[in-house]
């Protein structure tokens, strides 16, 4: 069974940083694509960030490019989203994804396995 499990979300003053985190079982690392979509109080989800351990490949929304980094940690078989500079509109419930869809293609696609999500809150 495929399980994500996310943490690292929490309360955090604009320009401030945090790191979630993404520990993935029940299949290989690397199998799958891996990475975050985040969904806001009555905005529609976003592709945040994904990574393809395999080869390396990324993919970062225009909104946190440049803010935001996605690492993946193989030994620990984890994947981290290091979020810095935060902003108000960073608000939201952050979901850890996977799925057989290049990174490229994700946020048109979806991912087939979700995590429950955690909550990142960033007041203005």
């Known amino acids: 069974e495929v399980q994500l499990v996310e943490s690292g979300g929490g309360l955090v003053q604009a320009g401030g940083s945090l790191r979630l985190s993404c520990v993935a079982s029940?299949?290989?690392?690397?199998?799958?694509?891996i990475g975050w979509f985040r969904q806001a109080p009555g905005k529609e989800r976003e592709a945040v960030s994904c990574?393809?351990?395999?080869?390396?490949?990324?993919y970062y929304a225009d909104s946190v490019k440049g803010r935001f980094t996605i690492s993946s940690d193989n030994a620990k078989n984890t994947v981290y989203l290091q979020m810095n500079s935060l902003k108000p509109e960073d608000t939201a419930v952050y979901y850890c994804?996977?799925?057989?869809?290049?990174?490229?293609?994700?946020?048109?696609?979806?991912?087939?396995?979700w995590g429950k999500g955690t909550s990142v809150t960033v007041p203005s």
């Open positions: 990574i393809e351990d395999t080869n390396g490949r990324t």
């Open positions: 994804v996977a799925g057989d869809v290049y990174c490229s293609e994700y946020r048109y696609y979806g991912m087939e396995y």
């Open positions: 029940g299949f290989t690392f690397g199998e799958y694509t």
